[in-house]
């Protein structure tokens, strides 16, 4: 199903792969659209990301095909697809926002900021902020490349 929202929204070749193989990896094979976690795990990211409020780590925690996450990401995003996510955060885990939400991420957060989409460094850098589980993205990459005929 998010391949065809990615396909519809006008993302194709080399961009769609790398799309494909971030959001693979996020959801763990498009299995999680939450990021997997305790409270105290999450407590780390409460005074980032936008979050101002104790427990906000984990109230905003990763979620959708690119596993969004931090309070500014949410209300940016929510802002760009018109729904509040703010005070609705579990909107992100319906797979039809999920999908609009993880697209408008992608095309004004990811995209501006990749020169080239064959490389992984760059895109899962934009995606994730660094590059964990950088061989795992790089293989996803490979094979939709594979799949989708680019």
């Known amino acids: 199903k998010f391949l065809a929202v990615a396909q519809k929204s006008g993302i194709k070749g080399v961009e769609l792969a790398a799309l494909m193989a971030q959001a693979a990896h996020e959801t763990m094979g498009f299995h999680r659209l939450v990021e997997t976690g305790s ?23 990763g979620r ?23 005070k609705h955060p579990e909107l992100l885990e319906k797979p039809d926002i999920a ?39 790089a293989s996803n990459f490979e094979d939709y490349k594979r799949k989708l005929r680019v």
């Open 39 to 61: 409270k105290t795990y999450f407590a780390q990211y409460d005074g980032k990301l936008g979050n101002d409020k104790p427990g906000d780590g984990y109230r905003f925690r």
């Open 64 to 86: 959708a095909h690119l596993h969004i996450t931090g309070k500014y990401n949410y209300r940016i995003i929510g802002k760009g697809i018109g729904v509040d996510l703010v």
């Open 99 to 137: 999908a609009r939400a993880s697209i408008w991420y992608w095309n004004n957060i990811v995209k501006p900021g990749v020169k080239d989409f064959n490389d992984v460094i760059a895109v899962t850098s934009r995606v994730q902020g660094g590059a964990g589980g950088l061989g795992d993205r």
